[in-house]
C-alpha cells in the first residue's frame, strides 16, 4: 500500500495522470466518436479567429461566421474591422467564393484547394465539416488499439490505415469527448491535426468553445476559432449555400491546378 502510495505521489509530481481502472475497447471509443458525430449534425456559430503564419510573422485576425452541416455544406464569412474580407460556400461538388479584399468572385469545385482559400488548411469539405462539428473525421481501418496519455489524462484511439498510415483520436475519459485527433502517413509524417478544448454542453450535446486546426505539411501555420455563440440541429436556410455575385464583378472559375 506505500508502495502504491509512493507511485501515486511521484506520478502527480511530474503531472501524469494514472489510467483508470476500467480500460475502454477500441469499439467503445470508436462508438463514443460515432455517437457525437450522430449526435451534432449541423452547426451554427460566430467566432473570433486567428489565421497564422509564424514563417512570415504574420497574423490576420477576424471574425467568423459558419453555418456547417454533416454531409460536407459549408457557409463560412469572415470579416474584419473594415467589414467583410471573404464569403465561402460549399455545397455538393460546387463551390463559391466572394473575395472583398480582392474584388474577385469565383466559382469551381468544392475541392481541398479551394476551401484552403478562406480557412488556411487544404482538406476535403465533408473532413472540415467533421472538425467543425466538434469532433475528428474517421477513416476505414484494418485495425484498431487502445493506449492511454498520463499528460494530457486521455484515452488514445490508434487507427492502422490502409497504405501504413495512421490515425490517432485522443478522448477525455468521462465525458469522452474528442480532445486531439491526427493523421499521419506511412513516413510518420502528419498530413493534419486538431484540437478541441472548453466544452459546454449545446441542447444536450457536447461541444467545444476553441478549436485549432492546421496542416501538417505547414507546420508554421494553423487556424485557431475561439467561439463566442453557437446552437446546434438547427436546418440551415436554403440561402445559405448561395453567394451572388455584386453587381459589376465577373464569375472566374477555380481550378485546383492554379488556373
Known amino acids: 500500500m506505500k508502495w502504491l502510495l509512493l507511485v501515486s505521489l511521484v506520478s502527480a509530481c511530474h503531472g501524469v495522470t494514472?489510467?483508470?481502472?476500467?480500460?475502454?475497447?477500441a469499439n467503445e471509443l470508436l462508438a463514443d466518436v460515432q455517437a457525437h458525430q450522430q449526435q451534432a449534425r449541423t452547426r451554427k456559430a460566430q467566432a473570433k479567429v486567428e489565421f497564422w503564419d509564424n514563417t512570415?510573422?504574420?497574423?490576420?485576425?477576424?471574425?467568423?461566421?459558419?453555418?456547417?452541416?454533416?454531409?460536407?455544406?459549408?457557409?463560412?464569412?469572415?470579416?474584419?474591422?473594415?467589414?467583410?474580407?471573404?464569403?465561402?460556400?460549399?455545397?455538393?461538388?460546387?463551390?463559391?467564393?466572394?473575395d472583398v479584399k480582392n474584388d474577385k468572385y469565383f466559382t469551381g469545385q468544392a475541392?481541398?484547394?479551394?476551401?484552403?482559400?478562406?480557412?488556411?488548411?487544404?482538406?476535403?469539405?465533408?473532413?472540415?465539416?467533421?472538425?467543425?462539428?466538434?469532433?475528428?473525421?474517421?477513416?476505414?481501418?484494418?485495425?484498431?488499439e487502445v493506449s492511454w496519455n498520463g499528460k494530457d489524462a486521455r484515452w488514445v484511439l490508434t487507427l492502422k490505415l490502409a497504405g501504413g498510415n495512421k490515425q490517432?483520436?485522443?478522448?477525455s475519459d468521462r465525458p469522452r469527448n474528442v480532445e486531439r485527433s491526427e493523421l499521419t502517413d506511412a513516413a510518420g509524417k502528419k498530413l493534419w491535426w486538431l484540437?478541441?478544448?472548453?466544452?459546454?454542453?449545446?441542447?444536450?450535446?457536447?461541444?467545444?468553445?476553441?478549436?485549432?486546426?492546421?496542416?501538417?505539411?505547414?507546420?508554421?501555420?494553423?487556424?485557431?476559432?475561439?467561439?463566442?455563440?453557437?446552437?446546434?440541429?438547427?436546418?440551415?436556410?436554403?440561402?445559405?449555400?448561395?453567394?451572388?455575385?455584386?453587381?459589376?464583378?465577373?464569375?472566374?472559375?477555380?481550378?485546383?491546378n492554379g488556373s
Do not use: Y
Request: charged share 25%; proline share 8%.
Open 111 to 144: 475541392a481541398p484547394c479551394n476551401v484552403e482559400r478562406v480557412l488556411h488548411v487544404a482538406l476535403p469539405p465533408a473532413q472540415v465539416a467533421a472538425a467543425l462539428l466538434g469532433d475528428a473525421p474517421l477513416f476505414p481501418h484494418e485495425g484498431a
Open 195 to 256: 484540437e478541441h478544448e472548453d466544452w459546454k454542453t449545446v441542447k444536450g450535446v457536447a461541444m467545444p468553445e476553441r478549436s485549432r486546426f492546421q496542416q501538417g505539411d505547414k507546420a508554421d501555420q494553423d487556424v485557431i476559432l475561439k467561439f463566442t455563440s453557437q446552437d446546434v440541429n438547427v436546418e440551415p436556410p436554403a440561402e445559405a449555400w448561395v453567394i451572388e455575385a455584386p453587381n459589376g464583378l465577373m464569375q472566374q472559375e477555380l481550378r485546383c
Open 56 to 98: 512570415k510573422g504574420d497574423r490576420l485576425r477576424g471574425n467568423l461566421s459558419m453555418w456547417v452541416t454533416r454531409d460536407g455544406r459549408l457557409r463560412i464569412d469572415v470579416d474584419s474591422q473594415v467589414g467583410l474580407l471573404s464569403a465561402l460556400a460549399v455545397n455538393g461538388d460546387n463551390f463559391q467564393l466572394l
Open 18 to 25: 494514472q489510467m483508470p481502472p476500467k480500460v475502454p475497447t
Open 168 to 171: 490517432t483520436v485522443e478522448l
